[in-house]
């Protein structure tokens, strides 16, 4: 039997986000021995090796200087904040917990699209990105006793995260269509994987690593150029509104990894908290959707007036 558009198009996203939280577990278990700088910086090498080769099998290599713009730097500055305290929050605190928190970055990017795009948002979707947020509070619990499921440098670090990884997405929006992706995420690459070089100098320097860390860098960067290919064939199989609502699936599969790998269960309020962030997240999109059917409709009838 034939899979629709839509139904090819959210497996995808499913599996994206699995291979991504994977990536997350693998990439925590192998900086309890790694520099967290020397693990982003040969996995970084890794990447460019393969986007590069990417990028050459389609013929676009000699198009590079194209993601010189400002707009592409900004991105890559986004994606620098965004990766640095991600890992750092994720190598002390649990798998799950980060997931959790960071189910608020579609809500932190709606609200960075009205306040710096001037996109026009509703009260729904305002009181959806208020609720939204006040899931994120009930997660990280300001005033908790700070051992890795509540309020901690550590959590402050993942918010600021969030707010980096929002930026990143909100630059990739004003990015020309014409520049190729596997470029964009090259020089991305570049840019992280220099930023990890510039850790590892400031941490322990340069250690031998093992044939097993070898191992775990190298399938890490696999699984993180899959995870991208995932999200991209979804984005492109079937309509974003169908297929984005289950970018939340990766939050199962961080509890069940945080479960199996790490032995850590995530409480009470982080499943509470998180529940609230992706029901709020789910309406959000919602809203889009209807308005987006709205607009497309009064289109339409625009169109057989004229006609």
């Known amino acids: 039997m034939a899979l629709s558009a839509n139904i090819r198009s959210s497996i995808f996203m499913m599996l994206g986000m699995g291979v991504f939280a994977i ?4 990439t925590k278990y192998s900086t309890q021995t790694l520099n967290l700088g020397q693990f982003m910086f040969l996995r970084g090498i890794l990447c460019i090796l ?5 990028a050459s099998r389609q013929g676009v290599l000699h198009r590079w200087r194209d ?13 620098i904040g965004a990766t640095t305290c991600y890992l750092v ?3 002390h605190l649990s798998l799950a917990f980060v997931s959790s928190v960071y189910q608020a970055v579609p809500l932190a990017v709606t609200l960075g699209a009205v306040l710096f795009l001037g996109e ?8 959806s990105i208020s609720i939204g947020f006040i899931g994120v509070l009930i997660i990280i619990r300001p005033g908790g006793d700070g051992d890795g499921t509540g309020m901690n440098a550590y959590a402050l670090l993942l918010l600021v995260g969030v707010c980096f990884t929002a930026l990143r997405d909100l630059s990739t929006r004003r990015i020309n269509m014409q520049i190729p992706t596997a470029l964009i995420s090259a020089m991305t690459s570049v840019l992280v994987t220099m930023t990890g070089f510039v850790m590892m100098q400031l941490n322990t320097g340069w250690q031998q690593p093992t044939s097993t860390d070898l191992l775990h860098v190298g399938i890490a960067a696999v ?5 991208y290919h995932c999200i991209i064939l979804a984005t492109r199989a079937g309509d974003m509104s169908f297929a984005s609502p289950f970018r939340y699936t990766s939050l199962l599969w961080a509890i069940v990894l945080s479960y199996i790998v790490f032995n850590q269960a995530p409480d009470q309020n982080t499943l509470i908290g998180a529940a609230i962030v992706v029901a709020s997240g789910c309406y959000m999109l919602y809203r889009e959707a209807i ?6 409709k009064e289109l339409r009838k625009q169109k057989n007036v004229s006609a």
């Open 50 to 54: 393969l986007l590069v080769l990417i």
């Open 23 to 26: 990536g997350d577990a693998l």
């Open 291 to 296: 308005t987006g059917y709205r607009q497309r």
């Open 89 to 91: 929050a994720l190598t």
């Open 223 to 227: 699984l993180l150029i899959i995870g």
């Open 120 to 127: 026009k948002v509703g009260w729904r979707r305002w009181l």
């Open 67 to 79: 993601t010189l713009d400002k707009v592409t730097i900004l991105r890559g500055l986004g994606e």
